[in-house]
Every structure is written in C-alpha cells, then in structure tokens.
C-alpha cells in the first residue's frame, strides 16, 4: 500500500534543533521529499534525497533516511520563528509509477 | 521568474453548483500537476499533463471533476456538480520537464474552494 505516516505536531524552543520524524510504506520509493507549506501559501521544496543515500546536509537542514526502517528524518539546527510552518513528508513512488505520496504534515511551531 | 498563478483564490458555492479553477504554470514547464488538499491532510494529485496530455488521472473522480490543458499552458480544472466533500484547497504546481528525479514541483498559492 502507499502510506507516508507523521506526527501532526511538534514543539520546539527558539534555538533549538527541529527533528521531524516520516515512515513511509513502498520499499521501491526513488526520491523522499520535505515540503514546507506556510499559512495561506502552496508547498516549497525545501530538500530531497535519492533512495540510495542516507544523508544530505544543507546549510541548516539535514535529512537522514534509513531505508532499512523506511525511516526518514528532517533536522533543523538552530530553529527560528522563521521556521513555524507545515512540514510534508513524501515519497515518489518507484516502478514505473512516478506519483508523490505525501503525508498529513507535521506542524511545527516555535516556543519564545 | 513570476511563480504559478491560481484564480480564484477563494470559492464558496452550494453543492450541487458548478465551479472552474484556472492555473498558469511557470513560463517553459512542461509539466501541470492539480493537487486536492483536504484539511489537515496532504496533497493529493488529481492529474499530471505533460504539455497538453494527461499522463497520470488515476485518482481524478471523472463523474464530477475534468481537467484541460488546451495548448500545454494554461490548465483549468472544474467540479461539477460539487458536493460537501469537495471543500479542499485546490493546488496547481508545475515542473520543468517530467517530474522525473529532483526535477522540482513548483506550487501556486491554491483555491480554497468551501460548498455549503
């Protein structure tokens, strides 16, 4: 089946690093994705990773997958106001079937 | 490089109306995606063109919805009739070529479309 499961929301301090946890089903997924969606707007690409890596570091982000677990995480390093927004996990289906499956969103929303 | 443009931005209607939603993708993309986002869910992809051709419509309910991309620019997507459920946000996005890889999908602001 095609599921992308994440934790609706998340709490962080100011300063804080982020980590956003996604579980996704289908073994045979190519790209995994992080979208940030702020209020009122469309879905901003923030990173992604190919299905054989298992980290990708860009300036404050870094995205972990473990393909073993179907594990992927998003960290943000020193979270700022800034960074309040929806975040979506989502998988681009493999096998010929190049559909993005994305989660329900993690809400991220920063503590002064 | 002006983004994806959606009008109406926002759409009340009663159910059993009709309602049409128009997108502009960026300038040179190939690629036209329509997104159906249901509160507090995720996108999900109604139909793909690629110019002016559908590529995927699997999860297009083609009782009420239909999608054209005359000239493999402009898209415009309509719901008729309309019912309760339909109340989402309606997001076109745009890719430069086929979606394939990292090719990134750039998304408009969305129509949040409400049927009373």
């Known amino acids: 089946g095609e599921d992308v499961e994440q934790s609706l929301f998340l709490s962080v301090r100011e300063g804080d690093s982020s980590v956003i946890n996604c579980t996704y089903t289908?073994?045979?997924?190519?790209?995994l994705y992080w979208y940030k969606q702020e209020p009122g707007a469309g879905l901003q690409l923030l990173t992604y990773?190919?299905?054989?890596?298992d980290m990708k570091q860009d300036q404050r982000l870094t995205v972990l997958l473990n393909k073993k677990d179907k594990h992927l995480s998003l960290r943000i390093a020193d979270t700022q106001t800034g960074d309040s927004a929806i975040y979506f996990c989502?998988?681009?289906?493999?096998?010929?079937?190049?559909?993005?499956?994305f989660g329900k969103g993690t809400r991220l929303h920063i503590l002064p | 490089e002006a983004g994806v443009a959606q009008s109406p931005r926002y759409k009340i209607i009663e159910k059993r109306q009709s309602v049409a939603f128009w997108c502009n993708p960026i300038?040179?993309?190939?690629?036209l995606y329509w997104y159906q986002q249901i509160l507090g869910q995720g996108p999900k992809l109604l139909i793909q063109?690629?110019?002016?051709?559908?590529?995927?419509d699997s999860q297009l309910p083609k009782d009420r919805f239909s999608a054209e991309r005359l000239k493999g620019v402009d898209s415009t997507l309509k719901i008729q009739p309309a019912k309760l459920e339909d109340s989402a946000v309606y997001l076109c996005?745009?890719?430069?070529?086929?979606?394939?890889?990292?090719?990134?999908?750039?998304f408009g602001p969305g129509t949040r479309l409400t049927v009373t």
């Open positions: 996005a745009s890719s430069l070529v086929d979606g394939q890889g990292g090719d990134e999908q750039y």
């Open positions: 289908d073994s045979s997924s190519t790209y």
């Open positions: 990773i190919f299905s054989n890596m």
């Open positions: 989502a998988e681009k289906m493999g096998q010929g079937d190049d559909k993005i499956i």
């Open positions: 300038s040179g993309h190939a690629t």
């Open positions: 063109f690629q110019n002016n051709g559908v590529v995927d």
